[in-house]
């Protein structure tokens, strides 16, 4: 079991920057990835930025040379460096962490509660 906590979020001009971060406690057997989602009101939920194990990272075309996803295994944190915010990124950002509790197990999605980023033009 895995519990993920979101902070960071918060308001800022078109062109500002945020770093949001995740922490993330609890045991688990192991882990398959882990992803930061969005959703904004009246819009489906989307991937935005996910990293494997092997340090292998993808990004929706929308953020791509502006959004940075990283780890810190020390700290046991995930973080989006998100820099040239635009309205469009306002929604609210869910980190997430794949991971299964035995060997053999199905993959479960662990989420986090989700942080605001509003982005005004």
């Known amino acids: 079991q895995l519990q993920l906590v979101e902070s960071g979020g918060g308001s800022v001009q078109a062109g500002g920057s945020l770093k949001l971060t995740c922490a993330v406690s609890?045991?688990?057997?192991?882990?398959?990835?882990m992803y930061w989602h969005r959703q904004a009101p009246g819009k489906a939920r989307e991937l935005v930025s996910s990293?494997?194990?092997?340090?292998?990272?993808y990004y929706t075309d929308s953020v791509k040379g502006r959004f940075t996803i990283s780890q810190d295994n020390a700290k046991n944190t995930l973080s989006l460096q998100m820099n040239n915010l635009k309205p469009g990124d306002t929604a609210v950002y869910f980190c997430g962490a794949c991971g299964r509790i035995r060997f053999g197990a199905s993959a479960f999605i662990y989420w986090g509660q989700g942080t605001q980023v509003t982005v005004s033009s």
């Open positions: 990293i494997n194990s092997d340090g292998t990272t």
């Open positions: 609890g045991d688990i057997f192991s882990r398959c990835g």
